[in-house]
């Protein structure tokens, strides 16, 4: 008995030592400070050479990708300019966007690696694969919004209404309108990351998430209510269809999720 209580004991010093960096002495509130620090510089490093390479090709960023999809549209959006500083400022806004899509992988790599003083030892070589997974969320939700949903609602703003007005649409405007749709839609295709770290801290479960499948889908119909330019149903399908996808996907997930917890849980009893 003395033996086996030993034994624990040691794997409990084995456990603790395996909470710091390279079993090392726990971190100060400064110490967390400073990595943070730097965590954040290096951060914004990444984000400036995003920013520069982005600058580089800033006129094919903005001929190539974002005025394309009102071009080829049927009739096309005119666009036009309205402040003496207006293209200066668009142009601007399409490098500062472009360069943080482009160093996303790196910011997302700094944020995890100032969370990995918390994490057990075991659990820190998952890092690499969570930055992937969270990017290729992101990134898939901002190519679903500029090939599918951009081009769909441009198509609808450009044929709407009567002839007798003519679209003349202000280049900040337009700007502001794709910002915010595709960075709404990288956003939702997070929604599988997120369920993930929600099941793996406890606060939900894929019975809780099935359990309310029919209040998350009358939520998905209402905001692709909102994000649809028309009200028919073919239309809503279209954008409501890879939320439910994600949905589904996130229970899947989330289910994992609280597998690897309960298995932690019974190895630490």
Known sequence: ????????????????????????????????????????????????????????????LVNDFILRPSRTITPPLHLI????????????????????????PWILYQLWKFVEPGLLLKERKYISG??????????????????????????????????DIQNMISISEYMSFVLQLILLSGLIFELPMVSYFLARFGIVTPAFMRHYRRHAIVVILIIAAFVTPTTDPITMTVFALPMFLLFEISIWIAKIAQRKREEARAAEA
């Open 1 to 60: 008995m003395p033996e086996k209580s030993e034994q624990i004991d040691q794997e409990l010093e084995d456990r603790e030592s395996e909470e710091h960096a390279g079993g090392g002495k726990e971190m100060s509130f400064l110490d967390h400070l400073e990595e943070l620090r730097w965590r954040l510089i290096k951060a914004l490093l990444g984000l400036l050479v995003g920013v520069l390479l982005c600058g580089i090709f800033a006129d094919r």
């Open 81 to 104: 300019n309205t402040v003496p500083y207006g293209q200066v400022t668009f142009y601007m806004m399409v490098v500062i966007v472009g360069g943080l899509i482009l160093s996303s």
């Open 130 to 163: 969570i930055v992937a997974c969270t990017t290729l969320c992101f990134l898939a939700g901002v190519a679903f919004a500029y090939f599918i949903m951009l081009p769909y609602m441009l198509q609808f703003f450009a044929t709407f209404g009567t002839l």
